[in-house]
């Protein structure tokens, strides 16, 4: 439990054929979890994630495996910790010679945000030829109930959530002003507003879900049908459908990189105890291992240096 809220944890070994990935992602559970769930993913995917920065040899053809795959994350509400913190960084984790990034843990977002701290790649001292991953966390000993929800500043590009948020504010203005306890009607309405606006994040998501899903099921028809015939009509449709599935996968993913500013933002902008830490009297320390002595030789005997000093 994290702030009365479940962890599930998924230990998931995917198949290495690439015939078998799609059907075994799309008969992975998501449903039936509660909304305030956090979720670990531990997870030999057998395929890399984004294969521009995991994998030494980048196939970006469209392979329905890794689209099930990163629908099933999606629904799952888990993001790719490890390379929020490193966007650019390349680590294969196969096995010998490692050319694919194959190994991963994923993490509920907003647990990611407020409690991930450090992660690593690492030979195993235990059998294995692949390389083993490691994450740590933050204390949360400061965190009480449930923690804090912070509000996501996408949900402002949408007219409707802005206008919504402007009426509210209007209301609740007059409200204030004829209320002989403004203070808790402030305070009923801040509960109420962010009620409203978890309702409509996770509507959101659950759009971005189902876009994601149409999107894909029309790209592997269009497939289907280039695949039996091979002319430039199926040709353009393929293309039509691919280039949709891109833009809609793209739009999606645009919330876990609004996260990955936010945690990059609010960690540049502290003060941290190691900045303002005491000077290290180790690195006073000059360690004299010789000296010159009036004869003109030199000597590391302990007790000439002595003297010399």
């Known amino acids: 439990m994290v702030e009365?809220?479940?962890?599930?944890?998924?230990?998931?070994?995917?198949?290495?054929?690439?015939?078998?990935?799609q059907h075994f992602f799309s008969s992975l559970d998501t449903e039936g979890f509660e909304d305030q769930a956090t979720h670990f993913?531990?997870?030999?995917?057998?395929?890399?994630?984004?294969?521009?920065?995991?994998?030494?040899?980048?196939?970006?053809?469209?392979?329905?495996?890794?689209?099930?795959?990163?629908e099933w994350l999606a629904k799952l509400g888990v993001v790719d910790a490890w390379r929020i913190h490193y966007d650019t960084k390349r680590v294969f984790t196969g096995p010998l010679p490692r050319k694919n990034r194959l190994d991963y843990i994923l993490l509920s977002d907003d647990f990611d945000g407020r409690l991930y701290d450090?992660?690593?790649?690492?030979?195993?001292?235990?059998?294995?030829d692949h390389l083993a991953h490691s994450v740590s966390f933050r204390s949360g000993k400061q965190l009480h109930g449930r923690g804090y929800w912070k509000f996501p500043r996408y949900l402002l590009e949408y007219p409707v959530v802005v206008t919504a948020i402007e009426r509210e504010a209007d209301m609740v203005l007059e409200q204030l002003r004829?209320?002989?306890?403004?203070?808790?009607?402030?305070e009923q309405w801040k509960v109420s507003i962010k009620t409203q606006l978890q309702d409509?994040?996770?509507?959101?998501?659950?759009?971005?879900?189902?876009?994601?899903?149409?999107?894909?099921?029309?790209?592997?028809?269009?497939?289907?049908?280039?695949?039996?015939s091979s002319d430039d009509s199926s040709r353009e449709l393929f293309d039509e459908a691919l280039r949709n599935y891109k833009e809609t996968v793209t739009r999606t993913s645009q919330y876990n990189q609004d996260t990955a500013f936010d945690f990059q933002a609010a960690n540049s902008e502290k003060s941290t105890?190691?900045?303002?830490?005491?000077?290290?009297t180790s690195l006073r320390r000059v360690s004299i291992e010789e000296v010159m002595t009036p004869s003109g030789s030199v000597s590391t005997n302990p007790h000439e240096i002595s003297l010399r000093f």
């Open 200 to 228: 409509v994040q996770k509507k959101l998501r659950q759009q971005d879900s189902q876009a994601v899903e149409e999107a894909r099921v029309s790209l592997d028809l269009a497939a289907a049908r280039y695949r039996s």
């Open 41 to 70: 993913v531990l997870v030999d995917l057998n395929t890399p994630l984004d294969p521009r920065l995991d994998s030494s040899s980048p196939d970006l053809h469209y392979d329905p495996g890794r689209s099930s795959c990163l």
């Open 4 to 21: 009365s809220a479940p962890i599930y944890i998924h230990n998931v070994y995917a198949p290495v054929d690439r015939q078998d990935k």
């Open 178 to 186: 004829a209320a002989t306890n403004p203070g808790n009607v402030w």
């Open 273 to 280: 105890k190691h900045f303002f830490r005491p000077l290290d």
């Open 118 to 128: 450090d992660p690593k790649y690492f030979l195993p001292t235990h059998a294995g």
